[in-house]
């Protein structure tokens, strides 16, 4: 349910609006409670001016789309987690914790899935504080607010989340691992903001009932848990596939909404490779004579 006097999201069972702290009538309770009962909502909801509020917290995405910053205003005593090295910056009363989620099992499966095995969490004492986020690679920060929703996010594009968020690492099967994208994808279940991050900016597609998409495995960013998905070959024949460039895809069919970054990584990393040396010291690559 959102606030009747402000429209910010509010947390299943609240009393209070987080945002502007209005006070629920009982006739405001009990449209809540019908929220609640009805159908899981679909889609991706990102505000357009990339500015929101939800319970306990304001958020505005800067500097879009290439050099993104979150920026969170937590109310006293609200948090909101992250990943390890995820912070930018942030007011002296926040509180930074950090911890194995889920205990040794839970920190062995996040690190096998390429994430840290410690997730931060920062809260705001004695009174409201400010913290920024931002990814390690030039690109774009989506602040999608969940309404009992789930997404599947790839390990490398999950940034940040409300703390009453259910961050899980999943087993992605064979069909992830000969993806290249590991062996576990992130699921992401609740209500509240969560923030992922592309390597360039954010295209969306949504999927009408039935719809088939495909997309490279290596541009996946995030995706409801609405869709179903395969991995394949781009191109008939093995051979066809390799020599197009492209390699194993990701074929989604609908409904639901994707979140693709317009560049790859990967693809950018084999790009420079032949410009840097070799292990041993002599390999091909620019010889730069700094000398007179």
């Not at 929703?149 to 409300?162: E, I, K, N």
């Not at 317009?262 to 840097?276: D, E, M, S, V, Y």
Request: proline share 3%; charged share 15%; aromatic share 8%.
């Amino acid at each position: 349910m959102n606030c009747p006097t402000c429209g910010a999201a509010m947390l299943p069972g609240a009393v209070f609006c987080g945002g502007c702290g209005y006070r629920l009538s009982p006739a405001d309770a009990g449209a809540a409670v019908a929220s609640q009962n009805t159908a899981q909502a679909h889609g991706i909801h990102i505000d357009e001016d990339s500015k929101g509020q939800g319970g306990g917290y304001r958020y505005e995405v800067l500097h879009q789309p290439a050099f993104s910053l979150a920026v969170i205003q937590l109310q006293a005593e609200q948090s909101i987690q992250a990943e390890a090295g995820a912070m930018v910056s942030m007011s002296a009363n926040i509180e930074l914790q950090s911890q194995m989620k889920g205990g040794l099992f839970g920190a062995i499966k996040r690190a096998a899935g390429g994430e840290s095995a410690f997730v931060s969490t920062f809260t705001a004492r004695g009174g409201p504080g400010e913290v920024t986020f931002a990814p390690g690679t030039p690109g774009d920060i989506a602040a999608i607010e969940l309404n009992n929703q789930s997404f599947f996010v790839q390990s490398s594009s999950y940034l940040a989340g409300d703390a009453s968020l259910t961050v899980d690492t999943k087993w992605g099967g064979a069909k992830s691992f000969f993806g290249g994208e590991g062996l576990f994808v992130m699921l992401v279940q609740g209500r509240g903001l969560l923030l992922v991050s592309s390597f360039g900016a954010i295209h969306r597609k949504v999927l009408q009932a039935g719809e088939r998409y495909v997309v490279d495995t290596g541009h996946l960013v995030a995706w409801e848990g609405t869709t179903q998905y395969t991995l394949r070959k781009a191109a008939a024949g093995f051979f066809r596939s390799v020599m197009s460039g492209e390699g194993i895809v990701a074929e989604f069919s609908g409904p639901g909404e994707l979140l693709i970054q317009t560049r790859n990584l990967a693809a950018l990393a084999g790009l420079l490779k032949p410009f840097f040396p070799t292990q041993s010291g002599g390999g091909s690559g620019f010889n730069i004579n700094l000398g007179g």
